[in-house]
């Protein structure tokens, strides 16, 4: 515990949701779980509760946070909506697709919230508990992952408590996380920022649950835009870290290596011992939290092949790895 008073936690039940909406409204902080991993919520209208976000997990400032709001009735509130993000709000919401787009003028939300950018990051998580603390606040919720800021993502209230016992106020416990994998996050583009496709301009900024096909399906090949700068979470080069060098693509150990497997790869830990992307992508942030707490200073990653949400895990490992 690094504060005065432990962190408090609470059953995902009627009572659990309305304290966590109590302590929100008051400006406080609380890791709420979604289908992904456990978010850090906080209302996204007040300065000095985003503030508590950045300074609970040590996250720079130049970072932006993802908003999570009801529906696309409250998402059109807060940014200047178009017909391609309605079509991606139609196929993938409520679910672990973040959508990046203009900042509409009088949202209301904390500078902070957008780290001085002209665009916002919204998303409509499916998961029930997440979704009944924004209908019970009746607040737009800016919720990074609920770890200090570069480590390994937390899918269970232990991994949350891990690094910020003492930090925030409370957590709802609903158990592990489903999907395991942050959202995928995707930038629509106008014509006056450079996106080559004019009007149905995109770009994938982080590779999730939600595919890059599954979004060209949809609106149709993306326009590879580089910005240059950090339009969204995720992006920094080095993220995920489990505090101890990893190897990647590994065929097996060294006497020194935890050995997180995947299939036909045995290890101390298993992604998926019949080699299921999905199963994974739901284990990989477990496997990485006890590669971390285990005695050996290094860990080993089998290869996971670059398909599918397989291109999410391998861009996950990288970052933890850098």
């Excluded at 992952?145 to 991994?159: D, F, K, L, Q």
């Excluded at 489903?178 to 006056?192: C, H, K, Q």
């Excluded at 020194?256 to 994974?280: N, R």
Aim: glycine residues 10%; aromatic residues 4%.
């Amino acid at each position: 515990m690094t504060g005065k008073n432990a962190t408090e936690r609470l059953v995902w039940n009627a009572e659990g949701i309305t304290r966590s909406a109590a302590l929100l409204r008051e400006g406080g902080l609380v890791a709420v779980p979604t289908e992904t991993v456990y978010g850090l919520a906080a209302r996204a209208d007040d300065p000095q509760a985003v503030a508590r976000i950045y300074d609970a997990k040590g996250r720079p400032s130049f970072n932006p946070l993802i908003v999570h709001v009801a529906d696309v009735a409250h998402a059109k509130t807060l940014a200047d909506w178009d017909e391609r993000a309605e079509l991606l709000a139609e196929r993938f919401w409520p679910g672990p697709l973040t959508i990046v787009l203009p900042l509409r003028k009088g949202a209301g939300l904390a500078a902070a919230v957008t780290a001085g950018l002209d665009t916002i990051a919204l998303r409509c998580p499916a998961h029930p508990a997440m979704r009944a603390v924004i209908e019970q606040s009746g607040l737009p919720l800016a919720a990074p992952s609920a770890n200090r800021s570069g480590w390994v993502s937390p899918t269970t209230p232990e991994h949350v408590l891990e690094t910020l016992d003492g930090r925030i106020d409370a957590v709802l416990d609903a158990g592990s996380c489903t999907r395991g994998l942050e959202s995928s996050i995707v930038a629509l583009r106008n014509l006056n920022d450079g996106g080559q496709g004019g009007a149905a301009g995109w770009a994938m900024l982080r590779p999730g649950p939600v595919s890059e096909e599954e979004i060209a399906a949809v609106l149709g090949a993306p326009a590879e835009v580089a910005s240059g700068r950090i339009e969204a979470p995720g992006q920094l080069a080095s993220h995920y870290a489990p505090g101890k060098p990893v190897r990647l693509d590994a065929e097996g150990a060294e006497a020194d290596e935890f050995l997180i497997g995947f299939g036909k790869v045995a290890g101390d830990c298993m992604l998926s011992t019949k080699g299921d992307l999905k199963e994974a992508a739901a284990n990989l942030y477990h496997c990485l939290h006890l590669g971390a707490a285990d005695a050996k200073p290094r860990i080993a990653i089998a290869p996971i092949p670059r398909e599918g949400i397989g291109i999410a895990i391998n861009d996950r490992l990288k970052r933890a790895a850098a």
